[in-house]
């Protein structure tokens, strides 16, 4: 298949009418992968998506990506891991105070941000006392799955 501009015109219309932020088509050889960069605010239609771009095959499973290397946390600093792929909110609504914020002290169970999933808000809690050192995430940004979310000094 030859990728012209009349093609990925067509693929990033099929995006925008369906809200979508990514899109990948596999046709032979060829792979793109189409991403749209949403806006921050929680209400997608108050503003115009960006273009997206043509970005290269995510790396195989299990590889991490060498763009994005994970910091070494110090030995008392337990990190909050995304348990599955999700657009990160750090408040229950969008003019809401958001749950921690960097050096609030915070407690087993406690609430520290939502994972939306499919529609599902996924409360992600904290599984032990301490300090917020580290937010690692962006408000409304996709989550990938073990993508640090938090730093929480016990």
């Known amino acids: 298949?030859?990728?012209?501009?009349?093609?990925?015109?067509?693929?990033?219309?099929?995006?925008?009418?369906d809200g979508l932020d990514r899109l990948r088509v596999r046709v032979g050889d060829l792979d793109v992968d189409l991403r749209m960069t949403l806006p921050k605010a929680r209400d997608a239609g108050s503003a115009a998506a960006s273009a997206p771009s043509a970005a290269p095959a995510p790396s195989p499973a299990g590889v991490p990506d060498a763009a994005t290397p994970r910091a070494e946390a110090p030995p008392n600093v337990k990190k909050v891991l995304a348990p599955l792929v999700g657009v990160f909110y750090r408040s229950p609504a969008p003019n809401a105070?958001?749950?921690?914020?960097?050096?609030?002290?915070?407690?087993?169970?406690q609430v520290l941000c939502i994972l939306e999933a499919m529609k599902l808000m996924n409360e992600i809690v904290s599984e032990v006392d301490g300090k917020i050192v580290k937010i690692c995430a962006n408000d409304a940004d996709l989550a990938q799955l073990h993508q640090e979310l938090f730093w929480i000094e016990t």
Request: hydrophobic residues 45%.
């Open 97 to 109: 105070a958001p749950f921690v914020n960097v050096g609030d002290t915070v407690s087993e169970g």
């Open 1 to 17: 298949m030859d990728l012209n501009k009349k093609i990925l015109d067509q693929l990033v219309e099929l995006m925008q009418r």
